[in-house]
T-cell receptor
Framework: GQSLEQPSEVTAVEGAIVQINCTYQTSGFYGLSWYQQHDGGAPTFLSYNALDGLEETGRFSSFLSRSDSYGYLLLQELQMKDSASYFCAVRSGNTPLVFGKGTRLSVIA | GAGVSQSPSNKVTEKGKDVELRCDPISGHTALYWYRQSLGQGLEFLIYFQGNSAPDKSGLPSDRFSAERTGGSVSTLTIQRTQQEDSAVYLC?????????????FGPGTRLTVT
């Protein structure tokens, strides 16, 4: 089966940088996705890494190391609106997507 | 264009009753997924459909849960003889294909409360 580990909660100051880590155990790995979910809202896709390295999309970047079964989401210039839950998810084998339990990010002034 | 829509947005039902939840995926998306999310928890995979292939039902928690997808578009998730532990938000998502499953588009969900 698959398993993903990510911190349950992270708190960071507005304007700062925060990194949310994700480690996974799976077979037939294809890639690592990240989703954002605000309270009461639906998850929205942020990024996908199939290859090692850093992908940058505006203030958000995502990193993958396949050899370490590890990835992270990096949020820069934090804003209050970034307070949300962030989920990593792996695509592997015949399972389309398996989600982690999520990291709740609180941005404080 | 229109996103994924789900109905109803909220459903309160009595224990033992059957419920049907509906999902309209994005037009042209061949893959459709159902998830369950309990308060403050992650997304629990239930079932997915890809085109005309047999659905992957491996995530359904019991035989009280079933789903169908008519005409390769609209999907209905049915829960029979609901139990209090079924209370959760049921999310539907779609993607271009299973190969594109890394980027899923989610609907707003149906909040189910079993009393």
């Amino acid at each position: 089966g698959q398993s993903l580990e990510q911190p349950s909660e992270v708190t960071a100051v507005e304007g700062a940088i925060v990194q949310i880590n994700c480690t996974y155990q799976t077979s037939g790995f294809y890639g690592l996705s990240w989703y954002q979910q605000h309270d009461g809202g639906a998850p929205t896709f942020l990024s996908y890494n199939a290859l090692d390295g850093l992908e940058e999309t505006g203030r958000f970047s995502s990193f993958l190391s396949r050899s370490d079964s590890y990835g992270y989401l990096l949020l820069q210039e934090l804003q209050m609106k970034d307070s949300a839950s962030y989920f990593c998810a792996v695509r592997s084998g015949n399972t389309p997507l398996v989600f982690g339990k999520g990291t709740r990010l609180s941005v404080i002034a | 264009g229109a996103g994924v829509s789900q109905s109803p947005s909220n459903k309160v039902t009595e224990k033992g009753k059957d419920v049907e939840l509906r999902c309209d995926p994005i037009s042209g998306h061949t893959a459709l997924y159902w998830y369950r999310q309990s308060l403050g928890q992650g997304l629990e995979f239930l079932i997915y459909f890809q085109g005309n292939s047999a659905p992957d039902k491996s995530g359904l928690p019991s035989d009280r849960f079933s789903a169908e997808r008519t005409g390769g578009s609209v999907s209905t998730l049915t829960i029979q003889r609901t139990q209090q532990e079924d209370s959760a938000v049921y999310l539907c998502a779609s993607s271009l294909a299973t190969s594109g499953s890394y980027e899923q588009y989610f609907g707003p969900g149906t909040r189910l409360t079993v009393t």
